[in-house]
């Protein structure tokens, strides 16, 4: 019997997942042996026509990283769909839109400006902006079309289950990838990882009191932090609570608070909103003005309750802006 | 309450009953349109329009479709939950449902009183019945849970409501606990002279009931005792109480007075709370000779024993049943009661917030409960009204409104002041001759016998001037004002400023809540008004009720009232404690929240926050556990926990989102 074959892709993402997969170390040699990558674009020199070959299903399962926001990735993840018996969100951004999903906030020509034209390290004089067409002499150049909106994976196509993380934890790759080998697979659309909040695997967990009574929001920069202790206790705004455990609390064990990137537990289904409730339910006090004081020490509140999952929201975007027209055609 | 049976494959079986409500309904929405829109929506095996489903056979039209198995879940279109959740329930259960097999879609206070476009309207109502059947096919069959009452009752305050509800109660049979703060019960009531309309003494009618309280075989009467803690829930109430030291043991005290007579202090030195600071007291006293019970209280802060240490003890030497004890200490007790009555009554309004009145800077300036002390035979003057140079005032002034009625202090009125001021107006001419200056905003009489009374005042010597007192001085610009008071008001009736020079003023202030409602509003868990009263469950049809099931509101903590009013309410309370007792049971709403405990990640933000201390973090499982007694269904915990790991029933997040769809979807 021949070995299944696996794809990997990459769309709107940093590379993290990637490193993630050689992350496994010397794991990954026995998923070597089990499987034929054939369709890897980091690591090996496939093309598109080499996926394009491929029988419809032919590709037992595709791993897809990144957020999903130009006119060539929705083609890809398209294609890798059709080949594909699973596909498989690889990470927060093709989970819930991931930090690029923050470019949600704005629309493609407000983000251009500011990329090209804007940014003091930027000296664009000649205000070359990208363009997907171009005429040079040889004849005529495009590039892809980037899109206004950001879209999380499942937004694009249809997907078979979800491993979350930025990037996702090598356990859960290996659990996942050995569920898929020997076809022992939860219900489709499931999380590969466990269900519950990471408060329950968090070693500060103990120290958590039953009242938080904020008061004051604090910045890990600003205070010396206690190591065993609390951190939401300790002012730091941790998302733990909100937060699907899976990660071995690694983040909080260096002192540093959950942002949420495993994003929410199976039965939320807006994260940042739960993030607010909850957060706001722990702040302590009953005067309008003293409830505004204390969380506009909150820095940049779509950033950070939303840092991994705008494009997933209920909202998935902000409105201010009208999107521009072409945003209705893109699937 | 048995399930009926779905549909052979399982699928819900769902009936939609839109009500004509008359033409409430019915004239804004289009009915036959809605029932058709109905007929197509999931799951849905039967319509039915009726002009009032609320009716008999409107209800039987429901529990016919149950018995003939057409239906096993109910959509009720008509008016507000609130209304007749109660009555479909109840129909359903009586066609052998699940009374929580049901859901109303609000179309006549959401929709046919709201909306003016008869389209508009119709197309609403058929948003929001799609709303309530998608939300019904995930309604699971509840339950509700039986839970037995203790019988006892607890009665805070002893003022007049407190101590009728009390009497109430004990008469019945039932156990009741009555808590005092003050060392004396009696309240307002026992500092008034006469009581409006009918002129009876108010000490007269008051004391006897005060002493049928002291001895009732069936009432625990603590004074100078507070409720600190109340946990638990209607029928099974744990309250702790704080019993502060009176330095002197209640069952020993006769109340022979020699203690007060023996005190090393041979005159009174200290402000007499009772007679609102116009008489002296010592520190060991009794607030009055009527005081229930009947105990000298001996008041630390001006007791030179416990200042110094030094004092001889006089006052332990005379005692001859050795009753003072000056090593008492505060004594905390816990009792379990089924049902609370609170009547913790209210302050005055305290003159001097407004400043124009010359209350505390000019001494002929009274508040009204000063000049009820005043006029009180028993008072510290034994009932002669005398300015502070001795003499008899000849005419005399009287403010309505201080305190009330005024957007710089309380935007209500307080019910009460028109008529003592009527009263006092009559007792002041009565015991002095004076002549009266009434200066009023508006005449407030309602109440059997109060018109008359006002008619027979105003054939009195009192002068009725309609305008609101601007300001009172000293500062004589005619030569007949010179050493009087003088009250500057519009006289609105006659359209002119007016100047009247008196000797002495009433200012007739309104009433307040107690500084403290705020916390004993937390501590009974309760509601309070904007104004800070504390607040009824429904301003009409449960005016003594509150939003916690058992506690319940008599006399002036609720709002101002007069002493008619306070004593009804009390006796309306009193009967809705028994009420509760008297069945023996509570039946708690299925609406609670529960956990799912393998979400539950023990983050704890949940346990804090419940209003009514129904989530608990058990620390061996490590997860939060609800008490489903405790929990009222008000969803706080729900909406904070951060994984969803905590739903509440008839409230799922799969019901709100289906409920959600149903408006978004379909219309």
Same mark, same amino acid.
């Given at each position: 019997m021949s070995k299944p074959k696996v794809g990997f892709y990459w769309c709107a993402s940093c590379g993290g997942c990637e490193e993630a997969v050689i992350d496994l170390a010397e794991d990954i040699l026995p998923i070597v042996e089990a499987v034929d990558i054939v369709f890897w674009p980091v690591a090996m020199d496939f093309k598109r026509a080499d996926v394009e070959a491929l029988s419809d299903g032919e590709l037992a399962v595709s791993f897809i990283n990144g957020s999903v926001r130009s006119s060539e990735q929705y083609e890809m993840v398209g294609l890798l769909r059709a080949k594909s018996q699973l596909i498989v969100a690889f990470g927060s951004c093709a989970h819930l839109g991931?930090?690029?999903?923050?470019?949600?906030?704005?629309?493609?020509?407000?983000?251009?400006?500011?990329i090209y034209l804007r940014l003091p390290s930027v000296n664009n004089d000649k205000r070359v902006m990208p363009a997907e067409e171009i005429t040079v002499p040889e004849g005529k150049l495009t590039l892809p079309?980037?899109?206004?909106?950001?879209?999380?994976?499942?937004?694009?196509?249809?997907?078979?289950?979800?491993?979350?993380?930025?990037?996702?934890?090598?356990?859960?790759?290996?659990?996942?990838?050995?569920?898929?080998?020997?076809?022992?697979?939860?219900?489709k659309g499931s999380v590969l990882a466990p269900d519950v909040a990471l408060c329950e695997e968090c070693p500060r967990r103990d120290s958590k009191p039953e009242e938080l009574a904020l008061k004051e929001f604090k910045r890990p920069h600003e205070i010396e932090i206690d190591p065993e202790k609390c951190l939401l206790a300790q002012g730091l705004l941790c998302l733990g609570p909100v937060t699907r455990k899976g990660c071995g609390a690694s983040c909080v064990s260096v002192n540093m608070p959950c942002t949420g990137c495993m994003g929410p537990t199976g039965r939320v289904m807006d994260y940042g909103a739960k993030a607010l409730?909850?957060?706001?339910?722990?702040?302590?006090?009953?005067?309008?003005?003293?409830?505004?004081?204390?969380?506009?020490?909150?820095?940049?509140?779509v950033g950070t309750f939303y840092r991994y999952s705008l494009p997933a929201s209920l909202l998935h975007r902000c409105y201010q802006q009208t999107a521009s027209e072409d945003e209705g055609k893109e699937q | 309450m048995s399930q009926v049976e779905t549909g052979s494959n399982g699928t819900p079986k769902v009936g939609v009953y839109v009500c004509h409500c008359g033409i409430n309904i019915s004239q804004k929405?289009?009915?036959?349109?809605?029932?058709?829109?109905?007929?197509?929506?999931?799951?849905?095996?039967?319509?039915?329009?009726?002009?009032?489903?609320?009716?008999?056979p409107g209800q039987e039209l429901i529990q016919q479709d149950i018995r003939e198995g057409l239906v096993d879940r109910v959509v009720v279109a008509s008016c507000s939950p609130l209304m007749h959740e109660h009555t479909f329930r109840g129909a359903m259960a009586a066609g052998g449902g699940n009374p929580f097999l049901f859901q109303m879609a609000n179309i006549r206070e959401h929709v046919s009183w709201v909306t003016v476009d008869k389209k508009a309207a119709t197309k609403k109502a058929k948003a929001l019945i799609a709303a309530a059947v998608e939300r019904i096919a995930l309604h699971q069959p509840l339950e509700r849970v039986q839970v037995p009452v203790h019988p006892d009752v607890l009665v805070v305050g002893g003022g007049i409501a407190g101590i009728h509800a009390a009497l109430t109660l004990a008469d019945?049979?039932?156990?009741?606990?009555?808590?005092?703060?003050?060392?004396?019960?009696?309240?307002?009531?026992?500092?008034?002279?006469?009581?409006?309309?009918?002129?009876?003494?108010?000490?007269?009618?008051?004391? #006897?009931?005060?002493?049928?309280?002291?001895?009732?075989?069936?009432?625990? *009467? +603590?004074?100078?005792?507070?409720?600190?803690?109340?946990?638990?829930?209607?029928?099974?109430?744990?309250?702790?109480?704080?019993?502060?030291?009176?330095?002197?043991?209640?069952?020993?005290?006769?109340?022979?007075?020699?203690?007060?007579?023996?005190?090393?202090?041979?005159?009174?030195?200290?402000?007499?709370?009772?007679?609102?600071?116009?008489?002296k007291r010592k520190p060991v006293y009794i607030p009055f000779p009527q005081a229930t019970p009947l105990v000298a209280v001996i008041d630390p802060e001006t007791c030179i024993e416990f200042k110094t240490g030094k004092c001889k003890k006089s006052c332990a030497e005379v005692c001859a049943p050795e009753a003072i004890d000056f090593e008492q200490t505060e004594k905390i007790k816990e009792i379990e009661v089924g049902a609370i009555v609170l009547a913790t009554g209210f302050k005055t309004?305290?003159?001097?917030?407004?400043?124009?009145?010359?209350?505390?800077?000019?001494?002929?300036?009274?508040?009204?409960?000063?000049?009820?002390?005043?006029?009180?035979?028993?008072? #510290?003057?034994?009932?002669?009204?005398?300015?502070?140079?001795?003499?008899?005032?000849?005419?005399?002034?009287?403010?309505?409104?201080?305190?009330?009625?005024?957007?710089?202090?309380?935007?209500?009125?307080?019910?009460?002041?028109?008529?003592?001021?009527?009263?006092?107006?009559? *007792?002041?001419?009565?015991?002095?001759?004076?002549?009266?200056?009434?200066?009023?905003?508006?005449?407030?009489?309602?109440?059997?016998?109060?018109?008359?009374?006002?008619?027979?005042?105003?054939?009195?010597?009192?002068?009725?001037?309609?305008?609101?007192?601007?300001?009172?001085?000293?500062?004589?610009?005619?030569?007949?004002?010179?050493?009087?008071?003088?009250?500057?008001?519009?006289?609105?009736?006659?359209?002119?400023?007016?100047?009247?020079?008196?000797?002495?003023?009433?200012?007739?202030?309104?009433?307040?809540?107690?500084?403290?409602?705020?916390?004993?509003?937390?501590?009974?868990?309760?509601?309070?008004?904007?104004?800070? +009263?504390?607040?009824?469950?429904?301003?009409?049809?449960? #005016?003594?009720?509150?939003?916690?099931?058992?506690?319940?509101l008599a006399g002036a903590c609720q709002g101002p009232k007069d002493i008619p009013d306070s004593v009804a309410q009390a006796g309306a309370a009193a009967s809705e404690a028994m009420a509760i007792i008297d069945r023996g049971y509570v039946e708690l709403e299925p609406n609670t929240a529960f956990i799912i405990e393998d979400l539950c990640s023990g983050c704890k933000t949940c346990v804090a926050i419940c209003p009514f201390s129904a989530t608990s973090f058990d620390e061996e499982k490590k997860v939060v556990v609800v008490n489903g007694a405790l929990c009222k269904g008000c969803g706080t915990c729900v909406a904070a926990c951060p994984s969803g790991a905590l739903q509440q029933n008839l409230f799922t997040d799969e019901q709100i989102f289906h409920e959600i769809k149903g408006v978004v979807s379909y219309v």
């Open positions: 991931g930090i690029p999903g923050l470019a949600n906030m704005f629309d493609r020509k407000e983000m251009f400006e500011e079309a980037s899109w206004d909106t950001v879209k999380t994976l499942d937004q694009v196509i249809e997907v078979d289950y979800y491993l979350p993380g930025c990037p996702p934890p090598v356990d859960l790759i290996k659990e996942a990838v050995n569920a898929i080998l020997s076809g022992e697979l939860p219900p409730s909850a957060i706001a339910s722990s702040v302590d006090s009953k005067d309008e003005h003293e409830i505004s004081a204390i969380l506009d020490r909150i820095v940049d509140p | 929405v289009e009915i036959s349109e809605t029932v058709e829109f109905a007929k197509k929506l999931p799951y849905v095996t039967v319509v039915r329009e009726y002009k009032f489903m609320c009716s008999d019945s049979g039932k156990k009741v606990y009555l808590v005092e703060r003050e060392p004396t019960i009696g309240g307002h009531m026992a500092k008034l002279d006469k009581t409006f309309p009918t002129l009876d003494c108010s000490a007269c009618i008051l004391t #006897p009931k005060m002493s049928a309280v002291g001895a009732h075989p069936n009432i625990t *009467l +603590w004074t100078y005792s507070e409720v600190t803690k109340v946990d638990g829930y209607v029928g099974n109430f744990k309250v702790t109480v704080k019993r502060k030291p009176r330095y002197v043991d209640e069952e020993k005290c006769v109340g022979c007075l020699e203690c007060i007579e023996a005190c090393i202090f041979k005159e009174g030195k200290f402000r007499s709370e009772f007679d609102e600071g116009l008489s309004f305290d003159a001097a917030r407004v400043s124009r009145y010359g209350y505390g800077k000019y001494p002929n300036v009274y508040t009204s409960l000063e000049v009820e002390r005043l006029v009180n035979a028993a008072g #510290p003057t034994g009932g002669e009204v005398l300015l502070d140079n001795g003499k008899k005032p000849k005419t005399v002034g009287i403010v309505h409104c201080v305190g009330s009625r005024d957007e710089n202090t309380n935007p209500y009125c307080s019910r009460v002041c028109c008529m003592y001021s009527l009263k006092l107006a009559h *007792l002041l001419q009565e015991r002095t001759g004076a002549e009266i200056y009434d200066f009023y905003i508006d005449m407030r009489t309602p109440g059997k016998g109060y018109e008359e009374f006002y008619e027979r005042v105003s054939q009195e010597k009192v002068h009725f001037i309609r305008g609101r007192v601007g300001e009172i001085t000293d500062w004589a610009m005619e030569p007949e004002e010179v050493g009087k008071l003088v009250m500057r008001a519009e006289d609105t009736l006659m359209g002119a400023v007016r100047r009247v020079p008196v000797d002495m003023v009433v200012l007739a202030v309104g009433l307040e809540p107690q500084d403290d409602a705020e916390e004993v509003r937390r501590i009974f868990n309760i509601g309070c008004s904007h104004d800070g +009263w504390f607040l009824e469950r429904h301003p009409k049809l449960a #005016p003594v009720s509150t939003f916690t099931d058992g506690v319940f």
